[in-house]
């Protein structure tokens, strides 16, 4: 199993142009998420879903846009990036619920610079 | 929402000495703590976990206790090796979807 893979590792953005951070597990994993990593701040949870069609906001979801058309893939998409926006980005995922197992299996991350 | 204070920033211990980090949380329905270990260039890696029922849990040289009268929670490493050097999360979670994670302790452990 390749886990949790995420692409591009790095990315450099100009302010204003759009971009989509791709995310995907092997795992067959119901439920999967994205944070953003900020120098002294943490993890916070931008969107999560808990299977394919359903999707949720986080804690700062704005200027973020997700779908979950399957299993397998969960997008992150930035319509008009912002300087504010930039950040290490994380994706994650863990089986459903009702199997007991609450871990989250993290991707390698993606790094993304707006200027 | 929840808030999750992390305690301390930064820490350094010598080679063998045990390592303590302290966690608070504001929501008293949070009933899922887990941990996580992040290395350089890394995606943050789960060493251990608690749920609300359970006070203490130990994993050879890592244990988590809980205090749910508190609202605190704390990791300890015990007999500490240079390969524990890394940043350390906690995080708390009412309803396993939603997760509310700490700043982070920066752990160096000098040989």
């Known amino acids: 199993n390749a886990g949790v893979t995420q692409t591009p590792k790095f990315q450099v953005l100009k302010t204003g142009q759009s971009m989509t951070l791709q995310c995907a597990q092997d795992?067959?994993?119901?439920?999967m998420s994205w944070y953003r990593q900020d120098p002294g701040m943490g993890l916070r949870l931008i969107h999560y879903?808990?299977?394919?069609?359903?999707?949720d906001q986080g804690e700062v979801p704005n200027g973020y846009n997700v779908s979950r058309s399957t299993t397998e893939d969960f997008p992150l998409r930035l319509l008009s990036a912002a300087p504010s926006q930039t950040s290490v980005y994380f994706c994650?995922?863990?089986?459903?619920?009702?199997?007991?197992?609450?871990?989250?299996?993290f991707g390698p991350g993606t790094r993304l610079t707006v200027t | 929402g929840e808030n999750v204070e992390q305690h301390p920033s930064t820490l350094s211990v010598q080679e063998g000495d045990s390592a303590v980090i302290k966690c608070t949380y504001s929501?008293?329905?949070?009933?899922?703590f887990p941990w996580y270990k992040q290395e350089l260039g890394k995606g943050p890696q789960l060493i251990i976990d608690?749920?609300?029922?359970?006070g203490e849990k130990k994993d050879q040289r890592i244990a988590v206790t809980l205090n749910k009268t508190a609202k605190h929670f704390s990791l300890h490493i015990t007999e500490t090796q240079p390969e524990d050097s890394a940043v350390y999360f906690c995080?708390?979670?009412?309803?396993?979807?939603?997760?509310?994670f700490g700043t982070g302790t920066s752990l160096t452990v000098i040989p």
């Open positions: 994650a995922s863990r089986p459903n619920l009702g199997q007991g197992v609450y871990e989250q299996y």
């Open positions: 795992m067959n994993h119901e439920y």
């Open positions: 879903s808990v299977g394919a069609g359903i999707t």
């Open positions: 929501d008293s329905a949070s009933n899922y």
């Open positions: 608690i749920r609300s029922n359970v």
């Open positions: 995080a708390a979670s009412i309803t396993g979807n939603q997760f509310y």
